[in-house]
């Protein structure tokens, strides 16, 4: 198993820094590149008094794929030499432009998106339709990133939960390029090893070649503080999970791990569900 075919999902005018991981990222996988920008405004179709604009809407249609186009001939031109490119369309003047994203990535090994921006009028709502709807994994880059896709420590938080496991394996390919592999629990102390949620996949990952060490971070009502301080007093490079192990609704009404992964984040994140 590899990973050949990397999709970039961006909203015009997302930063820097997801673009520069994207391309660096495909470098080092001698991956294909396809990018699809996502306009950032999308419009209601009818207006206040009923009326369908079309002039309106062939004008902000016309302008978005000025837009995207300009997206992506400015990605294309850094890309590197052993990198090659593709632009694929998105229509986002419907409405729809989220939901033909889900569809889309299906299409790919995995997809790259960026977390909003601080000044950003974005929400998390295209990272969550590209990997609710699409069954692939995705990796999402924080706005402050600005080193380029590296897979020298890797951290897998490991719950033993069906996402967990369905991250991990997607994964895999990248853990076998890491010189350091961690599986992070967060359990009381006092656990015999042999207990641990983290014993048996540690073994599986061994017979896959992969030497992971099974890290046990003290008990925390903060799950994801203690996963992100954990993964920069370590210096990782990357944190691989499970994504909304509950409903998005259960999520967005109580919080969640995933939820505050994603405002919080200062590495890349590896996620699938």
């Known amino acids: ?20 991981y994207a391309l660096s990222f495909a470098s080092q996988l001698g991956a294909h590149l396809s990018i699809a920008a996502v306009p950032a405004q999308l419009i209601t179709p009818m207006s206040a008094g009923g009326d369908y604009p079309y002039e309106l809407i062939a004008m902000i249609a016309e302008e978005a794929k000025t837009d995207a186009k300009q997206a992506y001939d400015k990605i294309a031109a850094e890309a590197p030499a052993n990198v090659q490119t593709q632009m694929v369309s998105v229509d986002g003047i419907s409405g729809l432009a989220q939901s ?49 896709a590296k897979f020298g420590h890797i951290l897998v938080a490991w719950d033993g939960s069906a ?22 629990r967060i359990t009381p102390e006092g656990t015999p090893p042999e207990e641990l949620p ?19 971070l003290p008990a ?14 370590s210096g990782a490079d990357l ?21 505050d992964i ?10 699938a569900r």
């Open 100 to 148: 033909e994203v889900g569809g889309l990535a299906r299409h790919f090994d995995l997809a790259i998106t960026a977390q909003a921006g601080p000044d950003s009028s974005s929400d998390d709502s295209l990272i969550n339709v590209t990997l609710f709807d699409s069954g692939r994994p995705v990796i999402i880059v924080p706005f402050i990133q600005k080193q380029p």
């Open 1 to 20: 198993m590899s990973i050949k075919d990397v999709l970039l999902v961006l909203e015009t005018g997302a930063p820097q820094a997801a673009k520069d």
């Open 220 to 233: 925390a009502s903060d799950v994801s503080s203690a996963l992100l301080s954990y993964a920069a007093d």
């Open 262 to 271: 994603l405002k919080s984040m200062t590495l890349p994140i590896f996620m």
């Open 198 to 216: 983290g014993y048996n996949i540690s073994r599986h990952l061994a017979r896959h070649g992969i030497n992971a060490e099974l890290r046990m």
């Open 239 to 259: 944190l691989v999970m499970g994504g909304y192990g509950h409903s998005r609704m259960r999520q967005f009404f109580f919080g969640g791990t995933t939820r």
């Open 163 to 184: 996402v967990a496991a369905r991250a991990l394996n997607d994964a895999l390919p990248l853990l076998r390029r890491a010189g350091k592999v961690e599986l992070v």
